[in-house]
């Protein structure tokens, strides 16, 4: 039996293998579709047998924070309370669903998506300190717009509390855990993070704002599963010099373990929202498709504008090659420093990649792009311990994103290779011939 196929535990819930579906946008909104959506985005990976589905990240508050369109909102009790119809059809399969908690700070869309700024002229910025040097440079050429509302003290203490909300109004709608996303230039990092973090308070340490958040979640939420992605800025450009190293990256981890997290998602990052999170290739189709064009221009301040990101896109894949468990490292000396489970996600694509690394350098591993290509991923890669991901790594099915669009798969091989192995039922679980479960 494969490693990937062991239990694992986590705060005392039980997944029954070691693979899951990593967070990813759904685009599903608030809309009276956003729980039907999230259903249809969500459901596939835990009916083909994923021991854990993330739930891409929510943001705690009713407005401002979305660091992309089409993010879901989790502020409101009476939504979240609709996603139960999602936690049910998650748990009839066997599997487990985690929400992840977000809020984007300076990364949101009222920064850096012009029209989105002319639409809500009074939306601010949360920021945990003054906006660095570069950002204020990007501001006055007019790429980005900020006028930030730095938080206060208490003003701190009042957005952990929304995440202690959100947390306690997903567990009553049947969520198994919360995954803090720590990561991607969101808020969370940014209080991480001597870059963005210049406080003179008690959150001059980035740690003690998650400790409170932990504290706001246990008080209302109990014991559910926590766990928390946290960064090393080690792929930032070199003319960051306050940055998270590595060792910064293990010491949190260590300090979270010690607070009461039940596991923790190690990454390297940079300090900026960049293809350091996505590697791969340059998208060249999805930024010359002409469905998209028209939104590119809106997200961005006119054409030029776009080609201008576009330019910078095309530089940054040449920097963010793509490296198969790209993490792998991190998480390795995490490992070996906390007592909780660690958490490996970035560039997993075969099972046998898998089991070097399950027990070894992590305790479960995720994916994440390979499930816009593949819903029902996960019954390959149990089934064969020769099975990968026939994700390209093209990054074509993530700028469009910027639009609005959904994420998936858009190149056509991967998608002609897909259609070939469903119709040879390469998607299917022992039981599906009854049930007539089949990949959409």
């Given at each position: 039996?494969s490693a990937?196929e062991d239990p694992?535990?986590i705060g005392?819930?039980?997944?029954?293998?070691?693979?899951?579906?990593?967070?990813?946008l759904?685009?599903?909104?608030n809309g009276?579709d956003a729980?039907?959506?999230l259903?249809?985005?969500?459901?596939?990976?835990?009916?083909?047998?994923?021991?854990?589905?993330c739930?891409?990240?929510?943001?705690?508050?009713?407005?401002?924070?979305?660091?992309?369109p089409?993010?879901?909102?989790?502020?409101?009790?009476?939504?979240v309370?609709?996603?139960a119809?999602?936690?049910?059809?998650?748990?009839?399969?066997?599997g487990?669903?985690?929400?992840?908690?977000?809020?984007?700070?300076?990364?949101?869309?009222?920064?850096?998506?012009?029209?989105y700024r002319?639409?809500?002229?009074?939306l601010r910025?949360?920021a945990v300190?003054?906006?660095?040097?570069?950002?204020?440079?990007?501001?006055?050429?007019?790429?980005?717009?900020?006028?930030?509302?730095?938080?206060t003290?208490?003003?701190?203490?009042?957005?952990?509390?929304?995440?202690?909300?959100?947390?306690?109004?997903?567990?009553?709608?049947?969520?198994?855990?919360?995954?803090?996303?720590?990561?991607?230039?969101?808020?969370v990092?940014?209080?991480?993070?001597p870059?963005y973090?210049r406080?003179?308070?008690?959150f001059?340490d980035?740690v003690r704002?998650l400790?409170?958040v932990?504290?706001e979640?246990?008080?209302?939420?109990?014991?559910?599963?926590?766990?928390?992605?946290?960064?090393a800025?080690?792929?930032?450009?070199?003319f960051?010099r306050?940055?998270?190293?590595a060792?910064?990256?293990?010491?949190?981890?260590a300090r979270?373990?010690?607070?009461?997290?039940?596991a923790?998602?190690?990454?390297?990052?940079?300090?900026f929202?960049d293809?350091?999170?996505?590697?791969g290739?340059f998208?060249?189709?999805?930024?010359?498709?002409?469905?998209?064009?028209?939104?590119?221009?809106?997200?961005f301040?006119?054409r030029?504008r776009?080609?201008?990101?576009?330019?910078?896109?095309?530089?940054?894949?040449?920097?963010?090659?793509?490296?198969?468990?790209?993490?792998?490292?991190l998480?390795?000396r995490?490992?070996?420093?906390?007592?909780?489970?660690v958490?490996?996600?970035?560039?997993?694509?075969?099972?046998?990649?898998?089991?070097?690394?399950?027990?070894?350098?992590?305790?479960?591993?995720?994916?994440?792009?390979?499930?816009?290509a593949?819903?029902r991923?996960?019954?390959?890669i149990?089934?064969?311990?020769?099975?990968?991901?026939?994700?390209?790594?093209c990054?074509?099915?993530?700028?469009?994103q910027a639009t609005g669009?959904r994420?998936?798969?858009?190149?056509?091989?991967v998608?002609?290779?897909r259609?070939?192995?469903?119709?040879?039922?390469?998607y299917?679980?022992?039981?599906?011939?009854?049930?007539?479960?089949r990949?959409?």
């Open positions: 039996m990937l694992l535990e005392g819930l039980r997944l029954p293998n070691r693979l899951y579906r990593a967070p990813l759904e685009c599903a909104g009276p729980v039907d959506t259903i249809r985005e969500l459901e596939p990976a835990a009916a083909a047998g994923a021991g854990l589905v739930q891409g990240a929510t943001i705690v508050r009713e407005e401002g924070g979305c660091a992309a089409g993010m879901t909102s989790v502020a409101d009790p009476e939504f309370a609709r996603l119809r999602l936690t049910d059809a998650i748990h009839d399969h066997g487990r669903i985690f929400v992840q908690l977000e809020h984007g700070g300076l990364r949101s869309m009222e920064t850096w998506h012009a029209e002319r639409e809500h002229p009074e910025q949360l300190s003054r906006p660095p040097r570069v950002l204020r440079a990007l501001d006055r050429l007019g790429f980005l717009s900020y006028d930030p509302e730095v938080l003290t208490e003003a701190v203490y009042d957005l952990a509390a929304d995440f202690g909300r959100a947390a306690a109004s997903a567990v009553e709608a049947g969520y198994d855990g919360v995954h803090i996303a720590g990561a991607n230039m969101g808020l990092q940014q209080f991480l993070s870059f973090n406080r003179d308070d008690e001059a980035g704002f400790s409170v932990h504290d979640i246990r008080a209302r939420a109990g014991d559910v599963a926590l766990m928390a992605k946290v960064p800025e080690t792929e930032a450009p070199p960051v306050r940055r998270l190293g060792d910064d990256a293990v010491e949190i981890c979270l373990d010690e607070i009461g997290y039940d923790v998602v190690p990454v390297t990052a940079s300090t929202w293809m350091s999170i996505v590697r290739e998208p060249e189709r999805a930024w010359r498709d002409d469905r998209f064009r028209s939104g590119y221009a809106a997200a301040g006119g030029w776009a080609a201008a990101v576009a330019a910078a896109n095309r530089l940054e894949a040449l920097a963010y090659d793509f490296e198969p468990g790209w993490n792998a490292d998480a390795r995490v490992r070996e420093r906390v007592s909780i489970p958490l490996l996600e970035g560039g997993i694509r075969d099972h046998e990649q898998i089991d070097r690394l399950v027990g070894e350098a992590c305790d479960a591993v995720g994916m994440g792009r390979p499930f816009y593949e819903p991923l996960p019954a390959r149990l089934d064969s311990e020769d099975a990968g991901a026939l994700c390209e790594n990054n074509n099915c993530t700028v469009p669009a994420g998936v798969c858009r190149t056509p091989a998608l002609a290779e259609g070939e192995l469903d119709r040879a039922g390469a299917e679980l022992p039981g599906d011939a009854e049930t007539g479960a990949e959409e």
